[in-house]
Nanobody, 126 residues
């Protein structure tokens, strides 16, 4: 288990960009799978993007080509670069992490992530 703190959220106009950061209190090293979830108002939480220890990445279809997930293990930090933002991207974005044994493994659901941040609000509006 690691403690996670997100930052970088805010208010942005449609078409704008934001970069979210997630800093872990402990080393995420190369054994942690990391992910970004979001929960729009009145909707269920959904996986936006994830990255396995070996570098494998998954993206929600609606954000492909617009969002990029990356990690800097030396800084114990996970990033989500969000470009061409749309009003439907408005949500609370949360960082999640889990230690795994396989370098290309990504948990099939949010239940597979044991560590969670408090979330950061992203609002896309004109």
């Amino acid at each position: 288990q690691v403690q996670l703190v997100e930052s970088g959220g805010g208010l942005v106009q449609p078409g704008g960009s934001l970069r979210l950061s997630c800093v872990a209190s402990g080393s995420i090293s190369n054994i942690y799978v990391m992910g970004w979830y979001r929960q729009p108002p009145g909707k269920q939480r959904e996986l936006v993007a994830s990255v396995a220890p070996g570098g494998r990445k998954n993206y929600l279809d609606s954000v492909k080509g617009r969002f990029t997930i990356s990690r800097d293990n030396a800084k114990n930090t996970l990033y989500l670069q969000m470009n061409s933002l749309k009003p439907e991207d408005t949500a609370v974005y949360s960082c999640a992490a889990e230690a795994v044994l396989l370098g290309d493994y990504i948990p099939p659901s949010q239940a597979g992530f044991g560590s969670w941040g408090q979330g950061t609000q992203v609002t896309v509006s004109s």
